[in-house]
């Protein structure tokens, strides 16, 4: 099924077209690669299906709602509850143990904290960093950073996670484990995953790929790698 629907997106930075009328479609499960050249609109598109960004013109329906039109208090919302965003440098809060950082995203929703930090260990688990939870974000490596964030991203079991090149920071081993944990998670939890990338590596892991070149979609296609439900 669908969740996830952009339909004729512009979007510009001042005078900078960055989106000029892009189409997509994201189903449930689905790990969706979106490729293309630095400065092709592939950050752009993704914070306009996330609801961080309001396109200037065209829709974005999430499970049968307009969240464009939402106002920035019902995004925000909704980016702490069925959208889980991985921004690009994790943004790990320094002052917090690991697994209150992951934790977060539920405190802020009123979970309870027993509650919030034994679901936030779960999930470090899931990404083979639970040893970690105690330790402060300054203490890990730039791969544990990254697994802690990923983790954070997902505790509250989003319907879509977004993610702006979440191997860049990556060497490629590290890269690959991460991508094979977040096929788990797909296909464990319905989760869909889009993923900015310019990485053909990170592409081989994604049934779908949304290539853009110019601010334009010129490529949207299932690649062959099986499918998450497979
Ligand atoms: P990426 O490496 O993913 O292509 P960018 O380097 O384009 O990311 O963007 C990193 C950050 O800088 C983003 O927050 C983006 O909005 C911002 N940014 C990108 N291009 C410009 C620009 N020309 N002027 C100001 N900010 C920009
Ligand atoms: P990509 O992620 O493919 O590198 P972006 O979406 O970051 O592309 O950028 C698309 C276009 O919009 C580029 O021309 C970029 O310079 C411009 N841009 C992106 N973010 C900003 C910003 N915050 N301010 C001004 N221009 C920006």
């Given at each position: 099924a669908t969740v996830l629907t952009?339909?004729?997106?512009?979007?510009?930075?001042g005078k900078t077209p960055a989106l000029r009328g892009v189409s997509c479609a994201v189903r449930a499960g689905e790990i969706v690669?979106?490729?293309?050249?630095?400065?092709?609109?592939?950050?752009t598109l993704l914070l306009c299906l996330a609801g961080v960004l309001v396109p200037d013109a065209g829709t974005v329906t999430y499970d049968g709602r307009r969240i464009d039109q939402l106002?920035?208090?019902?995004?925000?919302?909704?980016?702490?509850?069925?959208?889980?965003?991985?921004?690009?440098f994790g943004q790990l809060?320094?002052?917090?143990?690991?697994a209150e950082n992951v934790a977060l995203p539920l405190l802020l929703s009123g979970a309870?904290?027993?509650a919030a930090l034994a679901?936030?260990?779960?999930?470090?688990?899931?990404?083979g960093v639970a040893d970690l939870a105690a330790r402060y974000p300054g203490e890990l490596s730039g791969g544990q950073k990254q697994r802690a964030s990923v983790a954070r991203a997902l505790v509250t079991d989003p319907r879509v996670l977004f993610a702006d090149e979440p191997t860049g920071a990556l060497d490629s081993l590290a890269g690959e484990q991460?991508?094979?944990?977040?096929?788990?998670?797909?296909?464990?939890n319905g989760t869909a995953v889009l993923i900015v990338t310019h990485e053909a590596q990170v592409a081989a892991y994604a049934q779908r790929e949304i290539a853009l070149w110019d601010g334009a979609v010129v490529d949207?296609?299932?690649t062959d790698a099986p499918t998450a439900g497979a």
């Open positions: 952009g339909i004729d997106l512009e979007r510009a930075y690669a979106i490729t293309g050249p630095s400065g092709s609109g592939k950050s106002p920035e208090g019902e995004r925000s919302r909704l980016r702490r509850t069925e959208l889980g965003v991985l921004f690009q809060i320094p002052e917090l143990p690991v309870r904290r027993k679901t936030a260990t779960e999930w470090l688990d899931r990404f991460l991508l094979t944990q977040l096929t788990r998670v797909a296909r464990e949207d296609g299932l």
